[in-house]
């Protein structure tokens, strides 16, 4: 008899029960990171326990990701990340993930999308990305690009610039967009291969100077895309989506889902993320893995035609 009067199972009882933990690839400060916290105090009221967010930056967000395949899947675990540990740091270097992306992670739905682009110091002597691609190959090693870390979208893009220029870009991977912009504010670096949230302050001020995005952006029109500079195919952009670990229960799923939703859709915090660089950009889950297949085969497509130059 004992037995039966023993509590029922945690979700015998209905999810959630706790606090729900959501680890960031990003650093504090990042546009990932602002977005997240944007929505945290929605998702506390919607869920009604504590949401704790833990900031673990690190090897282009591989760290944050291997800890919640790996973590309990329970549903109190959850990931918030980046396209990066997803569909390029396993492609640029599988040996550094241990984990299947498309397998060991269920999609919980996408949050927003932002441009990426090349910026330098508006100091330096070069003024348009012809000139900056005429100026590396004159000065080997000299132009140095920050990134948010090895095997980031930033070193990707880098490498895929230098194999469509042979410019000898030299990337300089820092733990997260916070050091990596003031690396190039600070003369430590010469640019930087980032997203938009991360630069529109110093680009509204005049402090970077922007050479190319991967898309069109309504603030800033005059940026130039790479097919408008007469190369074959852009640069590849940023989104960020709400993550779990594969086998989480399904009641868990059809709870989260849905809160993910309306935090996304608050248009407070739509507001919010675009005047952060960010736009707005809900996808279901099954939307989410699709675009994740079509965007891994792509980098790997993408990765054959321009092998990096070195």
């Known amino acids: 008899m004992l037995l039966f009067a023993m509590a029922p199972p945690l979700f015998a009882q209905g999810y959630p029960q706790g606090a729900i933990t959501i680890i960031l690839t990003a650093g504090p400060g990042d546009g990932s990171d602002i977005a997240m916290r944007m929505m945290a105090e929605d998702l506390r009221k919607s869920l009604k326990v504590p949401v704790l967010l833990v900031n673990r930056p690190g090897a282009g967000g591989v760290l944050a990701t291997d800890s919640v395949v790996r973590a309990n899947k329970d549903g109190y675990t959850l990931l918030f990340t980046n396209n990066a540990p997803l569909t390029f740091r396993p492609v640029v270097e599988p040996d550094t993930t241990r984990y299947d992306p498309l397998k060991d992670l269920v999609p919980l739905g996408m949050v927003s999308r932002t441009p990426f682009l090349l910026a330098v110091r508006s100091d330096v002597p070069y003024k348009d990305f012809g000139q ?89 029109p005059d940026i130039p895309t790479l097919t408008e500079l007469g190369y074959s195919g852009n640069l590849i952009g940023v989104w960020t989506g709400f993550f779990a670990p594969a086998g989480i229960p399904a009641e868990a799923k059809n709870v989260l889902v849905p809160a993910f939703r309306a935090a996304i859709k608050n248009p407070a915090i739509t507001a919010k993320l675009l005047s952060a660089g960010l736009v707005e950009n809900y996808n279901a889950p099954d939307e989410v893995l699709k675009e994740m297949r079509q965007e891994y085969q792509m980098v790997k497509d993408f990765a054959k035609r321009a092998a990096p130059v070195k």
């Not at 469509?164 to 733990?175: C, E, I, Q, R």
């Not at 949230?197 to 991967?214: C, E, F, N, Q, T």
């Open 132 to 220: 900056m691609i005429a100026y590396a190959k004159k000065n080997p090693g000299v132009v140095r690009i920050a990134t948010v870390g090895t095997g980031s979208v930033g070193d990707f893009t880098v490498d895929a610039i230098n194999s469509l220029t042979g410019a000898g870009l030299t990337t300089v991977p820092y733990k997260g967009a916070t050091p990596a912009v003031g690396a190039v504010a600070g003369g430590h670096v010469e640019g930087t291969a980032i997203t938009m949230s991360a630069l529109i302050g110093h680009l509204k001020s005049g402090a970077l100077r922007p050479l190319v995005i991967s898309s069109k952006y309504p603030e800033f």
